[in-house]
């Protein structure tokens, strides 16, 4: 079975403040500065993104912005919230160059997008950084997933997708049944403008199969079959995948830490 990486003992359930911006990563987050703060606009009171007030109606939902360019996450994350019953809106990151995932772990990933996604909105952020741990591969893809086949990202999602899944497979050609074991796993961050950060994880254990299956979900889905399944997770209907997954998971435990961090 795979293990969790080593970041989760240290990391995971952890709320520090830091001053907005002081963080790693911080030299690597594009050209973007505090002044040009969009979406938080109307949560904003009179300072700057380090400063934000609400200034919105108590009962508006808060909104909070997903940083991710992948649809499907936001897709997900908004059917997860609206289960757990959380007065958020959650918008898409506005246009802009995307922020380089240089972190050597999930939970650094997830932080580095979620502070820029802060810094440049103004607005509370959440983020994930996930991926597929094989363990006849050691632990990989882990946090090179995205890019496994070496296809940049300028490539379309789906052609990324179905190279790093025919990349995956081949190197398991010869790995037999009782080798195939892997994991997804999510770190998920939460940043406030204020510098409140807190990271949680989740994860998803089961093994790969050798032909692809199914056409929902993204990325490795129709490779991985969960632990107690029959259908990959590409085959699973996008409830019961939330229900078990990696990031169902990790955004379940993130429902509690907005209510904590944003008092609602
Ligand atoms: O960084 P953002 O913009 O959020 O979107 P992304 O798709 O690049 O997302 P990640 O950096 O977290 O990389 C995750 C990769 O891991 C794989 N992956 C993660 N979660 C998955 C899931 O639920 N099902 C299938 N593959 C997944 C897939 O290949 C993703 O491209
Ligand atoms: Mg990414």
Redesign the pocket.
């Known amino acids: 079975m795979t293990r969790p990486p080593d970041e989760w003992a240290v990391v995971s359930g952890s709320t520090h403040r830091e001053p907005a911006g002081s963080g790693p990563g911080e030299g690597e987050l594009g050209e973007r500065g505090p002044g040009e703060s969009r979406l938080g606009e109307s949560y904003l009171g009179e300072g700057g993104p380090g400063e934000g007030r609400p200034v919105e109606s108590r009962d508006a939902p808060r909104r909070v912005v997903l ?4 649809d ?2 936001l897709v ?1 994350l908004r059917r997860i919230l609206a289960v757990a019953g959380l007065a958020v809106e959650l918008v898409a990151l506005p246009d802009g160059p ?1 922020v380089p ?1 240089t972190g050597a772990t ?1 939970a650094e ?1 997830a932080l580095i ?1 979620a502070r820029d996604a802060a810094r440049v909105t103004g607005l509370p952020a959440v ?6 741990a094989v363990d006849a591969l050691g632990g990989m ?1 882990g946090v090179l ?2 890019r ?1 086949s070496g296809l940049l ?1 300028g490539a379309g ?1 789906a052609e ?2 179905a190279a ?1 899944n025919a990349l995956v497979l081949a190197q398991l050609a010869d790995v037999p049944e009782e080798r195939r074991g892997a994991a ?1 796993v ?1 770190a998920a961050a939460v940043v406030t403008p204020d510098g409140a950060e807190q990271v949680v994880h989740g994860q998803m254990c089961g093994r790969l199969v050798r032909v692809p299956r199914g056409d929902g ?5 129709p490779l ?1 079959l969960p632990d107690g399944q029959n259908r990959t ?1 590409a085959e699973l209907s996008p409830a019961e ?1 939330d229900a078990i ?3 169902g998971r990790a955004f379940g435990q993130l429902a509690g830490v907005l209510r904590e961090l944003l008092a609602i």
């Open positions: 940083a991710s360019r992948n499907a996450k997900e995307d995932e999930f990933n997008k983020a994930d950084d996930s991926g597929l893809p997933s995205a496994w990202p999602r990324r997708d790093n997804f999510c979900g993204f990325g490795y889905d991985f997770s995948k997954s990696h990031r």
